[in-house]
T-cell receptor, first 113, second 113 residues
C-alpha cells in the first residue's frame, strides 16, 4: 500500500492563479481531511470528508474548495490564490471505526507570490 | 472550544537524556494522539490512546483522563529523535470522530550528540 499520497511536493503560484492539490489514499479509509501548517500555529483543518459524496468545512475553509467523488481521492482546489495561502498542506486519512490512527501524506509546500 | 497546550515549546537536550513533553487539554476527549514530524518531513502517528500508558521502543505515552493531561517520554534520547512532537485530541462531544480533532502547536526537540 502507498498509504496517503500527495502531489505536487512543491509549487509556486502567482496571486490570482488557480491550482488543485491532489490527495489519494489506498487504505479504504472513509475519513479524509486537508490541513494547513503555518509557523507558530498548530495544524488547522481546511475541509474534510467522512465518505464519498460528503464534504464539510473545517476551521479555515475560505478560499478553498473540495470534492469527494470516490473513496480514494480528495482534491483541494484554490480558485484564486492569495499570498495568505502560502503554507504547507497535509492530507490525512483514518479508518471508519474511530478512534483509529491518523495517516498523513508527505505534504505540499505551496508559495503564492 | 477545546484548547490543547503543549510544553515546552522548545527543548534542547544531550544525547542519552530522559525527555518529557507535556500536553494539556480543556474538554473531555475520546482519544489523544502523539505525532512526530521530522524537519522538512511528513507527519507520523506515534501513539493513539484513551487511557493508561503505551510503550513503543524507547517511547512511552501516558494519559490521565481526570487531570486532562498526557505526557510523551523518550528514554535514552538520540539525535535521530530530533523532531517536532505534536499532541492532538478528539473531543467527546464530536462523537469521538476525527472531525473534531484539535492540534497543539508542537514541541520542537533537538538532541545534541
Amino acid at each position: 500500500n502507498a498509504g496517503v499520497t500527495q502531489t505536487p511536493k512543491f509549487h509556486i503560484l502567482k496571486t490570482g492563479q488557480s491550482m488543485t492539490l491532489q490527495c489519494a489514499q489506498d487504505m479504504n479509509h472513509g475519513y479524509l481531511s486537508w490541513y494547513r501548517q503555518d509557523p507558530g500555529m498548530g495544524l488547522r483543518r481546511i475541509h474534510y470528508s467522512v465518505a464519498a459524496g460528503i464534504t464539510d468545512k473545517g476551521e479555515v475553509p475560505d478560499g478553498y474548495n473540495v470534492s469527494r467523488s470516490n473513496t480514494e481521492d480528495f482534491p483541494l482546489r484554490l480558485e484564486s490564490a492569495a499570498p495568505s495561502q502560502t503554507s504547507v498542506y497535509f492530507c490525512a486519512s483514518c479508518g471508519r471505526k474511530w478512534p483509529e490512527p491518523m495517516f498523513f501524506g508527505p505534504g505540499t509546500r505551496l508559495t503564492v507570490l | 472550544k477545546n484548547e490543547v497546550e503543549q510544553s515546552p515549546q522548545n527543548l534542547t537536550a544531550q544525547e542519552g537524556e530522559f525527555i518529557t513533553i507535556n500536553c494539556s487539554y480543556s474538554v473531555g476527549i475520546s482519544a489523544l494522539h502523539w505525532l512526530q514530524q521530522h524537519p522538512g518531513g511528513g507527519i507520523v502517528s506515534l501513539f493513539m490512546l484513551s487511557s493508561g500508558k503505551k510503550k513503543h521502543g524507547r517511547l512511552i505515552a501516558t494519559i490521565n483522563i481526570q487531570e486532562k493531561h498526557s505526557s510523551l517520554h523518550i528514554t535514552a534520547s538520540h539525535p535521530r529523535d530530533s523532531a517536532v512532537y505534536i499532541c492532538a485530541v478528539s473531543p467527546m462531544y464530536s462523537g469521538g470522530g476525527a472531525d473534531g480533532l484539535t492540534f497543539g502547536k508542537g514541541t520542537h526537540l533537538i538532541i545534541q550528540p
